[in-house]
């Protein structure tokens, strides 16, 4: 099922909302220009709710296991939030933990980016 934009924006925007409401995870938005960056992960999640490949939406801003995981749970609450089936809760929730693959290269692994390596959206910065 294809999702409208407004829709994948709205959730963009809610779950960055969250994040930035987080102590914890606040400090790696910093720097960071959010209306780019709400752009590459509403593309990521646009994507991820068609079942497509999702490109990695958070690189370069240093997070940790839990920090991560803590992201893609705030994402389901926001899909869940807005009535978003949850299939495809559970595919967009794969896609950014870094489980879904892209359909005919199970076991391939991904390119890494590397260290200090600018990401498009200006994250990391």
């Known amino acids: 099922m294809a999702y409208s934009d407004e829709v994948v924006r709205e959730a963009v925007w ?11 995870l606040e400090p790696y938005l910093v720097g960071v220009d959010l209306g780019r960056f709400a752009d590459h992960l509403a593309a990521t999640l646009g994507a991820a709710l ?30 869940w939030a807005l009535d978003v089936p949850q299939a495809a809760i559970a595919a967009a929730r794969a896609a950014f933990a870094g489980e879904a693959r892209p359909t005919g290269t199970a076991g391939e692994a991904r390119p890494a980016r590397a260290v200090g390596e600018a990401h498009p959206t200006g994250a990391g910065r």
């Open 14 to 24: 809610q779950w960055l909302r969250l994040v930035a409401a987080d102590a914890e």
């Open 50 to 79: 068609d079942g497509r490949a999702a490109a990695d939406a958070w690189p370069g801003l240093g997070l940790g296991e839990e920090q991560h995981r803590r992201l893609v749970d705030y994402l389901a609450g926001v899909l």
